[in-house]
């Protein structure tokens, strides 16, 4: 579900605003932060949406006034007032100050005064729900409040008696109900709802509250009725009918409107999320975490059994896949998807097929897992050793591709880690197909030792920034997907991120090319599967490929091909000189189509193609078409990316054709990972040092001169 579009698509919204937000600390208002929220109001009603304000202050305003009209002769240190006379005193200066920030941007509102009765009565209730939808059928924004000055409540508590709402924050969700809001939204000084204390370091907002979710309830407004704890039985309550609701801070100048447009900011509490029994991402973690563990002490034997399971099952179950998957494919079509995303989407029995055979692969290899790397005889007993480990817990996060569902969880098992999966909401029907599969064959090959949790599958797109925040939990986030994607998670995170941000993939046809060679690797690397990161989106002519009009043989070839072409001015002269008619340049050079879509430039020799794709390329997979050994050394040298190739097509930068089995993604990084990344890619190191020593090994007796240091390199084979 995407629970956001309950947000932005809102067009009725009552705007709650909290005394803290209104008023400063000393009781007179937040000129700056009132300016602020009239001004967003604004912005809605430029969008056609219906704004209603249920607002606090008058009490904290009336303080003042009461303050500065004391009788001079009073006890100074006297400042307990009737909260009746201090809502008399304030609630005129407070709605003058609304009509004057309203005005400045032209909209009028209007002042209504609610007590319990007003609710007790049928007629009453009728009658404000007419009144509420007319002004705003007029284009004016009712401010409400309770009329403080008559009310007759003496708590602010729920179960006072005949008590109909308590506070501000009650009162906004029996409006909201009332006039069938789209969205309540409750504004204070604090962030959202936290998982831990607030002033904790570890402490968090909880992005999407459910029913299992655990909050902290902290200390109540510093001025005003309520609490945390009021804020959300009046949000339950508001839930409960349908209405989306959001606790967020009153502080931040853009908070109403980055909401609208769909950011995640604060705690969204919808009926689905609240009354569904489904986990949240801090639990999904921890089961995996902890499975991640019993994983590490499986024998190699263990692990590549479950992996044979994973692939029987897969097999076994290609009808059940394919049905899942076609529920896919058609909501896609319904939604108008983009060809190149269906294309990613869908799955096919030798797609199937070719998964099942991936999964045999890695089960097949060696055991990448404890492998000593190195081995160093520091002294006479003492002997350190380096040695593959497991990194611990992997985030996934991938967009449209099921296909990756399998081919992950059979690398996280090979190296024995931990996986958590977020898969696009577009592939929801067959992600959550492939995680049952899956998890019934861990289940079945170790009889029970090993949870299912060990995969963990995350439904809820919300959910991706509370995951990111458990840096403590998770050892690796791997984004796969758009270029947005991946650099919208690596400004999120403190995390590391494995990935590529881009696919801008080029072939150079050097001046001694053979020439229908390259018509077949361009022709493959562009239609083979034109979606994907590996696919070639430049290519480079050298100019001396114009003399004998071989360039114009392999446009030609390319454009009958059904490649569409996007050249630049000195190509489109060219071709349009020879009767063939291109498209122009589409964006840039550096633009990654996904499509069948091809930039085409001329280069004036060598040296020009390589500074051209080191500038313009994205560090992920070049290759050059020449017949000259030496030249395509020298080009594999120079050329500053992951995968580097000779007279083949880009498409071979895939962990499964590279034998790897499945990849985890295209890691275009310097450090850690370079390329397709496969089991290794998922190891770290440790070291190990063990002591023969009889009375062991002290580092004291080495500065004293007891014992003497050898390092001495050993051979990891015979250890």
Request: net charge neutral; hydrophobic share 40%.
């Amino acid at each position: 579900m995407a629970h956001r579009r309950a947000v932005t698509d809102a067009t009725r919204i009552l705007i709650k605003v909290g005394t803290s937000v209104v008023t400063q600390p000393d009781g007179t208002f937040a000129l700056g932060r009132l300016g602020n929220l009239v001004e967003q109001i604004a912005e809605l009603r430029k969008k056609s949406k219906e704004v209603i304000v249920v607002t606090s202050g008058a009490v904290g305003q009336g303080i003042q006034v009461l303050r500065r009209n004391t009788s001079k002769s009073a006890d100074p240190t006297n400042t307990t007032f009737d909260p009746r006379a201090c809502a008399a005193a304030g609630q005129s200066g407070m709605m003058a100050l609304y009509e004057a920030l309203f005005a400045q941007k032209s909209i009028s509102c209007a002042q209504v005064l609610l007590t319990d009765d007003d609710f007790k009565s049928p007629t009453r209730r009728e009658t404000l729900k007419g009144t509420l939808n007319g002004l705003l059928k007029l284009g004016i924004v009712p401010i409400l409040n309770e009329n403080d000055v008559i009310s007759e409540r003496k708590t602010p508590l729920r179960d006072e008696s005949g008590a109909i709402f308590w506070d501000n924050d009650s009162l906004a969700a029996l409006i909201a109900t009332e006039i069938s809001a789209d969205l309540l939204l409750l504004l204070s000084d604090i962030e959202g709802l936290y998982n831990k204390r607030p002033d904790d370091p570890d402490a968090r907002v909880i992005g999407l509250y459910r029913r299992k979710t655990e909050i902290i309830v902290g200390n109540k407004s510093r001025v005003g009725r309520g609490g945390i704890e009021a804020k959300i039985q009046a949000a339950l309550s508001a839930a409960e009918t349908g209405i989306a609701v959001v606790i967020a801070s009153g502080y931040g100048r853009n908070t109403i409107l980055d909401l609208m447009d769909g950011h995640n900011i604060g705690t969204l509490i919808l009926k689905s999320t609240y009354i569904d029994e489904q986990e949240g991402p801090e639990v999904i973690t921890q089961r995996t975490k902890a499975a991640s563990a019993v994983l590490r002490a499986l024998s190699s034997d263990e692990r590549s059994k479950i992996l044979v399971e994973m692939s029987t099952q897969i097999k076994n179950n290609t009808g059940k896949i394919l049905e899942a998957n076609k529920k896919d494919i058609e909501t896609a079509e319904k939604y108008g998807t983009s060809a190149s995303l269906i294309a990613r989407l869908k799955l096919t029995p030798e797609k199937i097929q070719s998964l099942a055979v991936g999964i045999l692969q890695i089960a097949q290899a060696v055991d990448p897992v404890g492998r000593i790397i190195s081995a160093n005889q520091l002294a006479d007993g003492l002997l350190l050793t380096q040695e593959t480990t497991p990194l611990g817990v992997l985030l996934v996060i991938f967009e449209s591709r099921p296909d990756a569902v399998p081919q992950l969880a059979a690398l996280a098992i090979k190296s024995a880690n931990g996986l958590l999966l977020k898969g696009g909401k577009e592939a929801q029907h067959s992600n959550q197909i492939l995680h049952q599969i899956l998890g019934q064959a861990i289940v079945t090959a170790t009889n029970g030792k090993l949870s299912s949790d060990v995969i963990g599958l995350i439904q809820s797109r919300e959910d991706i920034n509370v995951l990111l925040s458990f840096e403590k939990d998770i050892n690796l986030v791997i984004p796969r997907g758009s270029n947005k994607l991946v650099r919208d998670i690596q400004n999120a995170t403190k995390i590391p991120v494995l990935g590529h941000s881009e696919g801008i993939c080029h072939i150079y046809v050097h001046s001694d090319a053979d020439i229908q060679k390259s018509i077949r690797v361009i022709t493959d690397a562009k239609l083979d599967y034109p979606a994907a990161c590996n696919a070639v989106e430049s290519l480079l002519l050298n100019k001396e490929l114009i003399d004998d009009d071989r360039a114009f043989t392999i446009l030609s070839a390319l454009h009958a091909a059904k490649i569409e072409l996007c050249a630049t001015p000195e190509v489109l002269s060219y071709a349009s000189s020879r009767g063939l008619t291109l498209r122009p340049l589409v964006l840039s050079f550096h633009h990654e189509y996904g499509e069948p879509f091809l930039t085409v430039s001329f280069t004036d020799d060598f040296d020009t193609a390589v500074r051209h794709i080191n500038e313009f390329g994205s560090s992920h997979t070049e290759s050059i078409l020449t017949e000259s050994v030496e030249v395509a050394k020298l080009f594999q040298n120079r050329i500053d990316s992951a995968c580097v190739f000779h007279n083949a097509s880009t498409r071979f930068a895939d962990g499964f054709r590279f034998g790897l089995g499945a990849e985890v993604g295209i890691s275009t990084n310097r450090i850690h990972a370079r390329g397709p990344v496969g089991v290794e890619g998922l190891l770290s190191t440790k070291w190990k040092l063990t002591s023969t020593s009889p009375e062991g090994d002290v580092a004291s007796d080495f500065t004293v001169g007891k014992k003497k240091w050898l390092h001495v390199p050993m051979n990891p084979a015979k250890l």
